[in-house]
């Protein structure tokens, strides 16, 4: 059975930084496509960073400099160090795992809001 599940997120004064975790079970994060997603409110889901089975990143332009996707092989998990937040990085913050047939495994979610 996979879990993906995350946690670190809450609320933060705009400037500040939160690190969001991403703790896997029953499949490996290493050697595959990791990517976190967000949806704010009354918004569909948008990408926000990934990390390739190479440690290949990339980044959605509205958080590029500001925010680092990261993976720990031996915690089986994997981390979106956000800094210099802003109000609109308000959102529900979902990782997402995809596997070698394509397949997408998804966590619950964690709220990040960002104050002004």
């Known amino acids: 059975h996979v879990q993906l599940v995350e946690s670190g997120g809450g609320l933060v004064q705009a400037g500040g930084s939160l690190r969001l975790s991403c703790a896997a079970s029953g499949i490996s994060v290493s050697w595959k496509l990791n990517n976190w997603y967000r949806q704010a409110p009354g918004k569909s889901r948008e990408w926000v960073a990934s990390i390739t089975r190479d440690d290949e990143t990339d980044y959605t332009d509205s958080v590029k400099g500001r925010f680092t996707i990261s993976r720990a092989d031996a915690k089986n998990t994997i981390y979106l160090q956000m800094d210099s937040l802003k109000p609109e990085d308000t959102a529900v913050y979902s990782c997402?795992?995809?596997?070698?047939?394509?397949?997408?495994?998804w966590g619950q979610g964690t709220q990040v809001t960002v104050s002004s």
């Open positions: 997402n795992v995809v596997d070698s047939r394509i397949r997408q495994y």
